[in-house]
């Protein structure tokens, strides 16, 4: 492609196939806690990760 | 969907649905912008005609085909087909809890959500045996997650450190009979940090997050002792010893976190002087979330000014991360790879649902946000009671029931926000805070173009 970089592998469609597992941190948004963006978490889910 | 916006000289596309992110050239951005849905396969005549009047035809007809080729892919205007999985989390396992071992305060930070520690209620140290009832809570209500979070918050945790220690020992002690392994965390304002409690917070919390707010004059203006001196100078000497003894230990994680308002909209300054002056690589300064009223909430007409320091942050992290030597703001993080599954970005917390706040005297809150406000009591842990209706509220609040989520390009990075912000300013945890929403896309706008940056070489 002349005029577009794709930057990132699009993978949010595949991440449901074995997601939804809730072993990972319950993030909070707000300003008096962890206050990341969900989008900054940490999967852990092990068969998720092994199938990057 | 597609959203499409200009940063640092950056024409970037990021389609909603796939979590693909494009860097344009002009011509192919404005091409772009003219095409609210799918493409269709033929380029729209006007359309063409009318950018042939600055572009030549082969050259659009060359973007457009490369665009159809991206949207072939999945990777431009994909489908949101997640709605499916918005009832998966409906009678989760609570795993993780906000222990409210102090409701009182060695400070009187003038923004204090909690009304300087009190929570409207009293001031108050937990007895270790609720802090033992609440292990015991978790331990039975988690289902089969492995790993259960616990945070000691308060009011200030250090007031009542004896019983974080025995309450600690205890969820230990059943660790492995339930097969279950604890992540304690703490946030502390620093004021009675000693060489015992750095050594204990070191060795077994997890992660711990340091109040500060930046600059000693920031600092000083809103977090106060009791006598109404600045407290900077007490803490600070404190969160360093902190600080340089946890990174020589096992559990590394922590951070300082600040608070910027109305009075210090350049709030950059604080980040540059927790990082260049202080030494704290990992941190956070954020907008006080305040009633409009108060003379340092953050308002409308402060938005472009905010965004502009944003900006600003974002170009100096460029600049550092391209040397080697750059600070963690935990705003701009964001991963664009190997981040959580599309089922855990639908909802913006576990607040009432996976996660729960216990007071002192026991009583269930859906978060510490919430808590002291009895309309929003969900249960106690002596009388064994659990609002299950409630939970499932909370477990049914996502970003297709929140207003404006879904039609929102920020929805799978924001998440929808906080529900206790919805519900202090708007009266229902479905309705988000636009004041909020705006800062939220200015950042993950600064974080995706940071991305971007560091990918051009
Ligand atoms: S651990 Fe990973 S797969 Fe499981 S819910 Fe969290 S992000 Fe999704
Ligand atoms: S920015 Fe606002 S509208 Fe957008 S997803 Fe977040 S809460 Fe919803
Ligand atoms: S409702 Fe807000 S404060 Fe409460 S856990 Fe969720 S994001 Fe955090």
């Known amino acids: 492609m002349e005029h577009i970089k794709t930057v990132n592998n699009a993978n949010l469609k595949e991440s449901c196939a074995k997601g939804g597992c809730g072993e990972c941190q319950a993030s909070c948004q707000s300003a008096c806690k962890t206050s990341c963006t969900v989008a900054n978490q940490e999967c852990e889910n092990e068969s998720r990760k092994g199938n990057k | ?457």
């Not at chain 2, 002009?26 to 033929?42: A, G």
């Not at chain 2, 205007?77 to 918005?86: A, I, K, L, M, V």
């Not at chain 2, 989760?92 to 009190?118: E, Q, V, W």
């Not at chain 2, 945790?157 to 600690?168: H, R």
């Open chain 2, 1 to 457: 969907m597609v959203h499409t916006f200009y940063l640092n000289g950056y024409y970037i596309a990021l389609d909603v649905n796939s979590g693909a992110v494009h860097v344009l050239d002009k011509l192919c951005f404005d091409l772009l912008n003219k095409f609210e849905d799918k493409l269709p396969e033929e380029f729209p005549t006007e359309i063409l005609d009318e950018l042939s009047k600055e572009y030549s035809r082969e050259e659009l007809l060359e973007v457009y085909s490369e665009l159809l080729e991206l949207q072939k892919a999945g990777q431009l205007f994909s489908e949101d087909d997640y709605e499916r999985f918005t009832d998966m989390m409906k009678g989760a396992p609570i795993k993780s809890m906000c222990l409210h071992i102090s409701h009182d305060c060695n400070l009187r930070c003038k923004y204090c959500f909690a009304s300087t520690g009190d929570f409207g209620k009293g001031r108050k140290l937990m007895p270790v045996e609720t802090g033992k009832k609440a292990i015991d809570f978790l331990l039975t209500h988690s289902g089969n997650r492995h790993n259960l979070e616990l945070d000691f918050f308060g009011g200030e945790p250090l007031m009542n450190w004896d019983a974080v220690k025995e309450i600690v020992d205890y969820a230990r002690s059943k660790e492995e009979e339930y097969n279950k392994k604890f992540r304690f965390t703490v946030t502390t304002n620093g004021v009675l940090l000693n060489d015992d409690n750095i050594d204990y917070i070191n060795k077994e919390m997890k992660n711990v997050v340091l109040s500060l707010d930046g600059r000693k004059c920031v600092n000083d203006n809103m977090r106060l002792a009791i006598n109404g001196k600045g407290s900077y100078d007490v803490i600070v000497p404190k969160f360093q010893k902190l600080v340089e003894k946890r990174l020589e230990g096992e559990n590394k994680e922590y951070y300082a976190r600040g608070t910027f308002t109305k009075n210090n909209l350049d709030f950059a300054q604080d980040v540059y002087h927790i990082a260049d002056d202080l030494g704290f690589d990992q941190l956070s300064v954020e907008p006080v979330i305040a009633d409009p009223s108060e003379p340092y909430a953050i308002t409308e007409e402060d938005l472009p000014t905010i965004f502009a320091e944003y900006e600003k942050l974002a170009v100096e992290m460029i600049r550092r991360k391209k040397e080697g030597r750059c600070f963690n703001f935990f705003h701009f993080m964001i991963d664009l790879d190997q981040g959580p599954c599309a089922i855990k970005r639908l909802r913006g917390c576990g607040c009432g649902n996976e996660y729960v706040s216990v007071t002192p005297d026991g009583d269930i809150y859906p978060c510490h946000q919430f808590v002291g406000n009895d309309e929003w009591k969900m249960g106690n842990l002596d009388d064994g009671t659990l609002d299950t209706e409630m939970k499932d509220k909370f477990a049914c609040s996502n970003i297709y029931t929140k207003e404006g989520c879904k039609d929102c390009w920020c929805k799978f990075y924001c998440s929808g926000g906080c529900n206790a912000n919805n519900y202090s300013f708007n009266k229902d945890i479905n309705k988000p805070v636009k004041l909020s929403c705006e800062m939220e896309r200015k950042r993950v706008e600064c974080a995706i173009m940071i991305k971007v940056a560091m990918a051009d070489k």
